[in-house]
C-alpha cells in the first residue's frame, strides 16, 4: 500500500524541513521525501496549498477505559484523537482501577491491542493508588513498556515521597510527569482566585497552589538528578520558574494546554461548567505569559489534557460539576487561530510543540517525517473555517470549552500508521 | 421603558434604568399595601412556584404574601419534602415544574449560579432568591428602595455594607445596585471576609469600623453566619462584636441621621447591640414592609415580559 502526498508544504522541524515537497508512504513507513515524486501509487492526495506535518503526539490524555467507559473507550478516545490530527497519545493512569502495577499495564495493553484507532502510549501512577505514600514498581512497570509516571489529578503531597520516586525513576531512566498542585491550598475551590470568583460567589482556587508545587516539583527533581516534565502549567509565575529553572540547566520540560492560551477567567460569567477545569483559567496576564513561555521555549509541549465528562456530571451546578474538559478534537485548530495565525507561533515552532517535542520528551520514534520512520501524518487546511458543534463531536463527551466557537484550520486528512484513518466531509 | 426581561437573576446584568424601573414599580405597590384591600388581580390565573433548596423563612414568605396580593396561586416546595433527595437534578425539577403549567419560578439555592443555570434550560420566569455567595437581587433592592425613601435619594449616598463581605450575596447585590445608581459604597469586614479584588468592583474598602462609618449616610449590617463549618479562619463571636458590631457608641460618631439596615435575620448583640436595633435609626422592619412591594413588582414584571414575549411569537 502506498500513498503518495503531492505538492503540499512539508513541515518537519526535526530534520529542519519547511517548504513543499512530495512524500511518499509504503505500507506502514514514510518511504521517500522529494520534488515531483514520481511512483506507482495506490492513493495520490493533491495537497497543494496545505501543510503536510507530522501527526500530533498529545502526551496527556484521559481514556477513561477501563472503568468509566460511559464517559470515553479507547475507541472513542482514539477516534476523536484522528479527527483532530492525533496519531499518539500518552493515555493517564487514573483510570479504574488505576494503573499502578505490571498486571494492570498488561490487561491496558490488551484493551489497546483489540480497540485503539491511534498509537495509545501507557503511564502509570508513580504511587499505588496515586495516593501518594506507596511507590509503584517502576522496574517492572518500565520493563512493561510504560513512558511515564505520573499520579495526574493529584500531586505527590508528601516531598520524601516524591524525592524517592525521582531518585528512582532516574536509575530507571523513566520521566516522572507532576501534575503539581497543593490540595489544601486549592481548598475545594472551583475556579481561579481573583476578580471573578468574587463577581460570581464561588470558591476560588489560588495561584499559589499551583506555582509552588511546580517550585517544589522541580527542586526535588533537581536534587535528585531526574528529569521532570510540569503538566498543564495555567499561570504566569510557573511559567517564570520553570524558566528560570532551565536556565540553571535542570532537566524540566513543561506543557500547557490549548484553553490556557485561548481562554481567561473571564469567559465564566454565565458559569459554563465546560470551562471549568484543574487548574482553572486565569487571567489575561496569565494567558499573555504562557503565550510568551511557548514562544521563548519555556513551555515545550501543547498537550490537550483531554479529560471527557458526562453530561450528567456537567450540566449541573457549578460547585458540584467535574473538573476537566474534552480537546483532543480543537488543540490542533485552536493552535493554528490562536498562535499561528496572529504571527505568535510558525509552522516549524507549532509542530515542535504538538509533535517533535512531545515524542522526544517521552522517547518515542514519533513526531518527525523521517524516511523509515512511521507514516504518521495530518495533512492541514490552515485556513478551512469551521464551528465547534456538539453534534459533530466524535468524543463520547461533549464537554468543549471551545463549543460554539469558529476556528480557523482543520486537519484534513490524518494518516495512521500508512492508512487514511481519517478524512475530513 | 419597556421592561422585556424574563428573569431576574441578578443586578450586575441590568442596567441603571431598569432598577430604577423596579424601584418606581414598587413604589407603585406599596401605595396597594395602604388599601384595605391589599390585593390587586395583575397575576390572577398565575402559578409561581418558591422553589427553595436552602431554609428561609422570611424571604419566602415574603414572595409568598407578594405572590398573593397579585392574586397569583403559590406553591411553596422545600428540599425536605421534594424529590431532591431521591437525586433529581436541579434541572430536572425545573422542567417538572414547568410542565405543570407554572408561570415563575422563585428560586433559593445554596450553590453560586443555580438560578442562572435554571434560566438557561427552562423557558418560564426564573427569579433568584438567593444563589449560593452570588447575589440576592430583591433584598437590594429592597434595600435601595428603603434608602431612597429614607433620603429622598441614592445617588451620592455614601453606604457602607458591613460583615461577611466574602460569603455574601446580599453585599453583592447591593455593591451592583448601589454603584449603578451613583452611591459611594464602602465594604467593612475582618480581613479574610474580604473577598480579592472587591476594589474592582467599584468600592472602597473601609480601614475599620469607625472608618466605615465616619462619613456614612447609610450602614447596611450582614448577618454573621458563624454556623457556617468550612470556614475555620472564623472570628469568635465575641470578638467580631468588640470589633464590627453597631454600638449606640460608634453611632454617636457618625451622622446623626445615619440609617442602619440589617436583612435579617439579626443576631443581637453580634452584628449590632439591641439599643441599635430597636432604637430610632433602625429601618429593619420598614426593610420587611418594603420587601413585599418590591417581590411584588419583580414578579409582576417577569411575568408580563414573559406574556409580551410570549404573544410576539404568535
Known amino acids: 500500500m502506498r500513498i503518495l502526498i503531492k505538492d503540499g508544504r512539508l513541515v518537519d522541524p526535526a530534520n529542519k524541513i519547511n517548504q513543499v515537497l512530495d512524500i511518499l508512504t509504503e505500507d506502514n513507513k514514510i518511504f521517500r521525501i522529494g520534488r515531483r515524486i514520481d511512483a506507482k501509487t495506490d492513493i495520490t492526495i493533491d495537497a497543494g496549498g496545505k501543510v503536510v506535518m507530522p501527526g500530533i503526539v498529545d502526551m496527556h490524555i484521559h481514556l477513561r477505559e477501563p472503568g468509566r467507559e460511559d464517559k470515553e473507550t479507547i475507541f472513542s478516545g482514539t477516534k476523536s484523537a484522528l479527527k483532530g490530527g492525533v496519531t499518539s497519545v500518552l493515555a493517564m493512569p487514573n483510570t479504574s482501577p488505576c494503573i499502578d502495577t505490571p498486571e494492570g499495564v498488561r490487561i491496558l495493553k490488551g484493551l489497546i491491542a483489540k480497540s485503539a484507532q491511534a498509537n495509545v502510549f501507557i503511564s502509570a501512577a508513580i504511587s499505588k493508588n496515586r495516593l501518594g505514600k506507596v511507590l509503584t514498581d517502576a522496574v ?43 490540595h489544601a491550598l486549592s481548598n475545594n475551590g472551583s475556579i481561579n482566585l481573583g476578580l471573578m470568583s468574587t463577581r460570581l460567589g464561588l470558591k476560588g482556587i489560588p495561584r499559589e497552589s499551583e506555582y509552588k508545587i511546580v517550585q517544589r516539583d522541580i527542586e526535588l527533581a533537581e536534587k535528585a538528578k531526574a528529569r521532570v516534565h510540569i503538566a498543564h502549567v495555567s499561570c504566569k509565575e510557573s511559567v517564570n520558574i520553570i524558566s528560570r529553572a532551565k536556565r540553571r540547566g535542570v532537566a524540566v520540560t513543561a506543557e500547557t494546554a490549548p484553553h490556557y492560551f485561548a481562554l481567561t477567567e473571564e469567559e465564566l460569567s454565565g458559569y459554563d461548567t465546560n470551562l471549568k477545569m484543574k487548574p482553572p483559567l486565569r487571567t489575561k496576564e496569565d494567558m499573555e505569559a504562557i503565550r510568551k513561555g511557548l514562544k521563548e521555549g519555556t513551555i515545550d509541549v501543547i498537550a490537550s489534557d483531554h479529560a471527557p465528562h458526562t453530561e450528567n456530571e456537567k450540566d449541573i451546578e457549578f460547585d458540584r460539576a467535574e473538573f476537566g474538559v474534552i480537546g483532543l478534537e480543537t488543540e490542533l485548530a485552536v493552535s493554528i487561530t490562536e498562535l499561528l495565525h496572529p504571527g505568535l507561533l510558525d509552522w516549524p515552532e507549532l509542530v515542535e510543540k504538538l509533535c517533535f517535542n512531545p515524542a522526544k520528551i517521552l522517547g518515542l520514534n514519533k513526531g518527525t517525517l523521517s524516511v523509515g520512520r512511521d507514516a504518521d501524518i495530518v495533512i492541514v487546511s490552515p485556513d478551512k473555517e469551521w464551528v465547534v458543534q456538539k453534534e459533530e463531536i466524535v468524543s463520547k463527551s461533549r464537554n468543549s470549552p471551545f463549543l460554539n466557537r469558529k476556528l480557523k484550520g482543520a486537519a484534513l486528512y490524518t494518516i495512521c500508521g500508512g492508512k487514511i484513518v481519517y478524512e475530513a466531509a | 421603558m419597556n ?66 396580593r397579585l392574586s397569583a396561586d403559590v406553591i411553596n416546595i422545600a428540599t425536605e419534602t421534594s424529590s431532591v433527595k431521591k437525586g433529581e437534578t436541579l434541572i430536572d ?25 435554571l434560566a438557561k434550560h427552562l423557558d418560564i420566569s426564573i427569579v433568584n432568591a438567593g444563589d449560593g455567595w452570588h447575589e440576592h437581587p430583591t433584598q437590594a433592592l429592597l434595600d435601595i428602595l428603603t434608602l431612597k425613601e429614607k433620603l429622598g435619594r441614592v445617588s451620592g449616598l455614601n453606604v457602607s455594607i ?60 450582614l448577618r454573621m453566619q458563624f454556623e457556617r463549618d468550612d470556614e475555620n479562619a472564623f472570628p469568635k463571636q465575641l470578638d467580631y462584636f468588640k470589633n464590627f458590631g453597631i454600638t449606640k457608641e460608634r453611632l454617636l460618631k457618625a451622622k446623626k441621621n445615619i440609617v442602619v439596615m440589617h436583612p435579617g435575620p439579626l443576631n443581637r448583640g453580634i452584628e449590632m447591640s439591641s439599643d441599635v436595633a430597636d432604637g430610632p435609626n433602625s429601618v429593619i422592619l420598614e426593610q420587611v414592609t418594603n420587601g413585599i412591594a418590591v417581590r411584588m413588582a419583580v414578579l409582576f414584571l417577569v411575568a408580563q415580559a414573559r406574556d409580551n414575549s410570549d404573544q410576539e411569537k404568535l
Open chain 2, 3 to 68: 421592561w422585556t426581561r424574563k428573569d431576574l437573576l441578578g443586578l450586575e446584568e441590568l442596567t441603571k434604568e431598569e432598577i430604577e424601573f423596579i424601584i418606581s414599580t414598587a413604589e407603585s405597590f406599596k401605595e396597594v399595601q395602604t388599601r384595605e384591600i391589599k390585593k390587586v388581580p395583575a397575576l390572577r390565573g398565575k402559578t409561581v412556584v418558591n422553589l427553595f433548596y436552602e431554609p428561609s423563612t422570611r424571604t419566602r414568605v415574603s414572595f409568598e404574601v407578594a405572590a398573593k
Open chain 2, 93 to 117: 425539577t425545573g422542567l417538572n415544574i414547568q410542565a405543570l403549567k407554572a408561570d415563575v419560578i422563585v428560586v433559593r439555592h445554596n450553590y453560586s449560579g443555580a438560578a442562572v443555570m
Open chain 2, 162 to 221: 458591613v460583615g461577611d463581605i466574602a460569603h455574601s450575596r446580599v453585599a453583592r447585590s447591593n455593591i451592583w445596585g448601589l454603584t449603578k445608581l451613583g452611591a459611594n459604597v464602602t465594604v467593612c469586614a475582618p480581613a479574610m471576609l474580604v473577598p480579592p479584588a472587591i476594589e474592582k468592583l467599584g468600592v472602597r474598602v473601609a480601614k475599620n469600623i469607625d472608618d466605615a462609618l465616619r462619613q456614612a449616610d447609610a450602614v447596611n449590617v
Open chain 1, 140 to 182: 517492572k512497570l518500565k520493563k512493561e513498556g510504560v513512558v511515564a509516571l505520573t499520579d495526574d489529578g493529584s500531586s505527590v503531597s508528601d516531598p520524601q515521597t516524591l524525592l524517592r520516586a525521582f531518585k528512582k525513576a532516574k536509575e530507571q531512566k523513566t520521566l516522572i510527569i507532576c501534575h503539581s498542585e497543593d
